[in-house]
């Protein structure tokens, strides 16, 4: 069964930095590519940052480039995000989510954590 | 970069047919066809329900149903059940600086 658990969400004070953790279960962890996916409270969903399966490609959404850094240990299965320079409207649910295994481009998600909640006070 | 569009709400009976929009540009839904549809229920994570414009997952019921025109990303849901009450989320592929991008959210009803 696929299990994926986040970790490291919390209060984070403005222009500081929280990691994230994404512990992955069930699954060849190496084989596909990970995302981060956010929900600010009431919210839509907003795509965040993916990293391909080796770890050597990564991609970023405008809002968070030069400030985030998404990352993966395929030894012991987790993702991380590092989260930098923090803002207030970086306040929301955050999600890390599974590639597909039989679609096109790395924007299907198959598979969803419960989401960690980072709180950004000013 | 604005997300796709959709509409905020739509609405329907028990056993009606409904349909979702997803209207994008020819930098995403008009050319690629790496759309997706997700299903989230009131403090739930989302589901996947559709990919690549029209494929669905296995579990999925074939109830769910995807298509594209244009620039325009459709899900439709026949026979519509109490329990497809969701917000319903596209999402594509962006040739852009952002690659990923989602659009803003169905709340769907079932009356």
Known sequence: EVQLLESGGGLGQSGGSLRLSCAASGFTFTSFAMSWVRQAPGRGLEWVSAISGSGNTTYY???VKGRFTISRDNSK??????????RAEDTAIYYCAKRDSTSGYLNSFDYWGQGTLVTVSS | QSALTQPASVSGSPGQSITISCTGTSSDVGTYD???WYQQHPGKGPKL???DVSNRPSGVSNRFSGSKSGNTASLTISGLQAE?????YCCSYRKSS???????????TVL
């Open chain 1, 61 to 63: 959404a405008d809002s």
């Open chain 1, 77 to 86: 299965n987790t993702l991380y995000l590092q989260m930098n320079t923090l």
């Open chain 2, 34 to 36: 790496y759309v997706s």
């Open chain 2, 49 to 51: 329900m559709i990919y």
């Open chain 2, 84 to 88: 497809d009450e969701a917000d319903y």
């Open chain 2, 98 to 108: 952002t690659p990923v991008v989602f659009g803003g959210g169905t709340k769907l």
